[in-house]
C-alpha cells in the first residue's frame, strides 16, 4: 500500500521491558512524526524528524524514550523499562516536509499495553 | 495548559443539518491550522487546512473558518451525513509544520 504503515498494530509487554515501535512512512516524505494518545485524550507530540534529524525533540516524555530514523524512511521509537503509564496507542505521521506541504498522514498507530 | 481547546466533547446533528465544531487557541504565533477526522481503530485523517493568512477555506462540504483576533477556528460540514460520524481533532503550528499540537477533540455523531 502506498499509505503509512506502523508495526506491531498491538503489543503487550511486562513493566520494565523495553519495547520498539515501527514506522513506514510514505515514500517520498521528508518529515516524520511520533504521537501518542492515551485512553480518552487528545493525541501528544512526541517527535519531528526532518530526514535524519531530529529538531525538536521536546515532546519526549523521558529519557527512557528515544527515536531514530535511518536513510531518511523507517523510523523506529523505543521505549526503555516500560512504565504502565505508557500504554497508549503510539502513531506515526509523514508529510512531504516542504513549504506549503505540512498536511500528515498517519498510520494506524500501534496499541502498547504495559501490564 | 491546554494551547489548543476544543470545549465540545461531543456533538450530535440530524443528517442533512449543518455540523459547526469549534476549536480556541491561546498560543498567538500558531499560523497554520488542520482539521483530522478519526475513525475508531484508525489513524487520523486529514481534512482540511487554513494558513493565518486567510480567514477561509473550502473544499467541498467542508469550510474552515479563522478569526484570528479571537485566536478562533470552526469546522463547518453541509450537509452532513451519518458517514461524519467520528472524533474531530484540530491541530496548530507555530512555525509553518514542525511541531503541531493537537486540541482534545469532539465526537461527531450524524443522526439518520
Known amino acids: 500500500g502506498a499509505g503509512v504503515s506502523q508495526s506491531p498494530s498491538n503489543k503487550v509487554t511486562e513493566k520494565g521491558k523495553d519495547v520498539e515501535l515501527r514506522c513506514d512512512p510514505i515514500?517520498?516524505?521528508?518529515?516524520l512524526y511520533w504521537y501518542r494518545q492515551s485512553l480518552g485524550q487528545g493525541l501528544e507530540f512526541l517527535i519531528y524528524?526532518?530526514?535524519?534529524?531530529?529538531?525538536?525533540k521536546s515532546g519526549l516524555p523521558s529519557d527512557r524514550f528515544s527515536a531514530e530514523r535511518t536513510g531518511g524512511s523507517v523510523s523506529t521509537l523505543t521505549i526503555q523499562r516500560t512504565q504502565q503509564e505508557d500504554s497508549a496507542v503510539y502513531l506515526c505521521?509523514?508529510?512531504?516536509?516542504?513549504?506549503?506541504?505540512?498536511?500528515?498522514?498517519f498510520g494506524p498507530g500501534t496499541r502498547l499495553t504495559v501490564t | 495548559d491546554q494551547q489548543v481547546k476544543q470545549n465540545s466533547p461531543s456533538l450530535s446533528v440530524q443528517e442533512g443539518r449543518i455540523s459547526i465544531l469549534n476549536c480556541d487557541y491561546t498560543?498567538?504565533?500558531?499560523?497554520?491550522f488542520l482539521w483530522y477526522k478519526k475513525y475508531p481503530a484508525e489513524g487520523p485523517t486529514f481534512l482540511i487546512s487554513?494558513?493565518?493568512?486567510?480567514d477561509k477555506n473550502e473544499d467541498g462540504r467542508f469550510t474552515v473558518f479563522l478569526n484570528k483576533s479571537a485566536k478562533h477556528l470552526s469546522l463547518h460540514i453541509v450537509p452532513s451525513q451519518p458517514g461524519d460520524s467520528a472524533v474531530y481533532f484540530c491541530?496548530?503550528?507555530?512555525?509553518?509544520?514542525?511541531?503541531?499540537?493537537f486540541g482534545p477533540g469532539t465526537r461527531l455523531s450524524v443522526l439518520p
Open positions: 505521521a509523514s508529510s512531504l516536509g516542504g513549504i506549503g506541504s505540512y498536511e500528515q498522514y
Open positions: 515514500s517520498g516524505h521528508t518529515a
Open positions: 524528524f526532518q530526514g535524519n534529524s531530529a529538531p525538536d
Open positions: 498560543n498567538s504565533m500558531f499560523d497554520y
Open positions: 487554513i494558513s493565518s493568512i486567510k
Open positions: 491541530a496548530a503550528s507555530a512555525n509553518y509544520g514542525q511541531n503541531f499540537v
